[in-house]
């Protein structure tokens, strides 16, 4: 019974994510990469605030893998960095934190491009 509140809680609170997000686009004239700029800074101050982590106690992915999780790790690495090595720290701390994510983004969206195959819409 654990596991299903813990998947609750996950879904429930990742799903008021995209629901807010969906309702910028539905009912404000944000493009959806405004939102996503939003979204990242909003994860951004989170995190510099130290609310992120309570978040994250409490709802694990459903705020770690939305783009929130994102600016947030962001942050995190910069300021690790900025305490071990100062400005250059500052700097280069958020981009080896997400590293590894956006490796990962990279080769994947590779390995679709080359498997699928583009066609045009037909209107």
Same mark, same amino acid.
């Given at each position: 019974?654990?596991?299903?509140?813990?998947?609750?809680?996950?879904?429930?609170?990742? $799903?008021?994510?995209?629901?807010?997000?969906?309702?910028?686009? =539905?009912?404000?004239?944000?493009?959806?990469?405004?939102?996503?700029?939003?979204?990242?800074?909003? $994860?951004?101050?989170?995190?510099?605030?130290?609310?992120?982590?309570?978040?994250?106690?409490?709802?694990?992915? $459903?705020?770690?893998?939305?783009?929130?999780?994102?600016?947030? =790790?962001?942050?995190?690495?910069?300021?690790?960095?900025?305490?071990?090595?100062?400005?250059?720290?500052?700097?280069?701390?958020?981009?080896?934190?997400?590293?590894?994510?956006?490796?990962?983004?990279?080769?994947?969206?590779? $390995?679709?491009?080359?498997?699928?195959?583009?066609?045009?819409?037909?209107?």
């Amino acid at each position: 019974m654990e596991v299903f509140l813990t998947y609750l809680k996950v879904f429930a609170v990742g $799903g008021l994510v995209c629901l807010a997000g969906q309702i910028l686009i =539905n009912k404000t004239k944000m493009s959806s990469a405004r939102i996503l700029v939003l979204y990242m800074m909003i $994860g951004v101050v989170l995190e510099l605030s130290g609310a992120f982590e309570y978040m994250k106690q409490f709802a694990g992915s $459903g705020v770690t893998i939305p783009i929130m999780g994102f600016g947030s =790790n962001l942050a995190k690495g910069a300021l690790e960095g900025a305490k071990a090595n100062g400005f250059m720290g500052a700097v280069t701390g958020g981009i080896s934190a997400v590293a590894a994510g956006l490796t990962t983004v990279i080769v994947c969206g590779l $390995g679709f491009g080359v498997i699928a195959r583009s066609r045009s819409k037909k209107v």
